[in-house]
């Protein structure tokens, strides 16, 4: 004699085969699925920030974060051409994202607690901070240099409300002149008006590759600050999916090209990932 199932089984198989539907429907709905079927990636970024996203001689689009987007356009169609660059203003990274406009947003995003409440951050490909821009000749070698020289040394520094305060974070007694434009705070280097410029490193480390034997900076650097891309909250796949190729870029199979990229833009050479226990788990 065979027994009814009990309402309570039934339900709970009712239950079951419906979280297992919506799961799978869940998945379908990935941005990730619809990448794939549109058969290329869109990325918004910019066209004015050398070495991050600026256009070279022949129109393109070329820099670190260029180079970021195709790294994950190779990860989904095995052709790092196959993705769209939608140019947009600093302001339009996030609602770009919310609205559709684009897949992903990667244009040097520095994360903030704040915008990690509208958009998911990816993994980090750089982490940024304020360098000094002396020249090749200067007699200051390194910070310690510099800070024992008192306020006998002039930085110069773009113009902004916080600008003394982030020059004497890290030389307290120096001299600060503000400038109007990034040109002509490095002119007042180039002139010899001030020994050194305080900028973003990375815009440090692209002169000094653009301008080799000119420059020198001090192997040191302060106030840091993340940069990631930026995907729309709410897909896990789509994240996942991104992540996975900024690690393998940084850590694994594509660390050639990730480490091609940071020379090319930064003269720097990254020591190749070291081989045994995954480094994340120490």
Known sequence: MHRRPSLFKACVFVLAASAAVMGVAHAADSKLDSVLARGKLIVGTGSTNAPWHFQGAD????????????????GLFNDPSKVEFVVQSSDARIPNLLTDKVDMSCQFITVTASRAQQVAFTLPYYREGVGLLLPANSKYKEIDDLKAAGDGVIVAV???????????????????DQYDSVDLMYQAVNSGRADAAATDQSSVKYLMVQNPGRYRSPAYAWSPQTYACAVKRGDQDWLNFVNTVLHEGMTGVEFPTY???????????????????????K
Do not use: C
């Open 59 to 74: 129109g393109k689009l070329q820099g670190f974060d260029i180079d970021i987007a195709r790294m994950v356009a190779k």
């Open 158 to 176: 773009l113009q902004n409300v916080y600008a003394e305060e982030l020059v004497h974070q890290a030389l307290p007694k120096a001299k600060v």
């Open 259 to 281: 480490a091609a990229s940071f020379k090319q833009w930064f003269g720097v050479d990254l020591p190749t990932p070291a081989i045994g226990f995954p480094v994340e788990y």
